[in-house]
């Protein structure tokens, strides 16, 4: 797991971690989402966001990371979120010790190969750590 200015929590703030496992289907990406919008929803209440965008931001890389766990990794997962100093730490834990690769976007053949660049776009951080159990996708966004 990161470590350091990034990890640090907000002082003097009430700390919210919110975690939720799910067993993998389709409906859970949407689930995920609900999850995070609700993780937000309680945040806003002691830490407003700093721009407007930041909580779509969040809702949209949550979204991205479950799609891509019910896409590419089949099987249960976890979202995991977390205040940080500055922003929100996610993570998504799936079953797969396949890390994500970048992979070229061709539009007219279906889409697809978007979601991992948009996550490096929407993110300050983004890392992956292979664990004994599966993987851990780290991405850390403004608040």
Known sequence: ???GPRDRRPPGEETLD???????ELSNVTGARLAADGYLADLARVASPTA??????????????????????????????RRTYDGVHVTMHDTSQVPPEPRPFHPHSGGGGVGWHLLHTLCDQVSVVVTESGKDIHAFLPW
């Open 1 to 3: 797991m990161p470590t």
């Open 18 to 24: 919110r975690t939720v496992s799910f067993p993998g």
């Open 52 to 81: 407007p965008e930041c909580w779509d931001d969040i809702l949209l890389a949550v979204t991205e990371l479950a799609a891509n766990v019910v896409q590419y990794a089949p099987g249960p997962f976890e979202l995991r979120m």
